[in-house]
Nanobody, 119 residues
Framework: VQLVESGGGLVQPGGSLRLSCAAS????????MSWARQAPGKGLEWVST???????SYADSVKGRFTISRNNDKNTAYLQMNSLKPEDTAVYYC??????????????WGQGTQVTVSS
């Protein structure tokens, strides 16, 4: 199993980024995929989940600003992040599994990609 995130970087407040997660070594099309993040000095926070049927869920902190999607032909998951805020600064991880506001169960996760929102 391999998950490789990309697309992070430095962006000004109000800007946008699109993260990608290239997956291999498992059946991507039937897998639930999630994004989580870890800000400096804080624990891992669930951000969003997309199920195999395409249904999605989001943490309240990103709802309306972030969009999760998947391309099963490319074995890739995405996280489109708009209207970024400084508090979105974190290492973002792609994971196999689901999350909610209360808990999360991840089987594997990638190495992460840094997102920094600053002027």
């Amino acid at each position: 199993v391999q998950l490789v995130e990309s697309g992070g970087g430095l962006v000004q407040p109000g800007g946008s980024l699109r993260l990608s997660c290239a997956a291999s070594g498992f059946t991507f099309s039937t897998s639930t995929m999630s994004w989580a993040r870890q800000a400096p000095g804080k624990g891992l926070e669930w951000v969003s989940t997309i199920y195999s049927d395409g249904s999605t869920s989001y943490a309240d902190s990103v709802k309306g600003r972030f969009t999760i999607s998947r391309n099963n032909d490319k074995n890739t998951a995405y996280l489109q992040m708009n209207s970024l805020k400084p508090e979105d600064t974190a290492v973002y991880y792609c994971a196999i599994g689901y999350g909610t506001a209360e808990n999360a169960e991840y089987d594997y996760w990638g190495q992460g990609t840094q997102v920094t929102v600053s002027s």
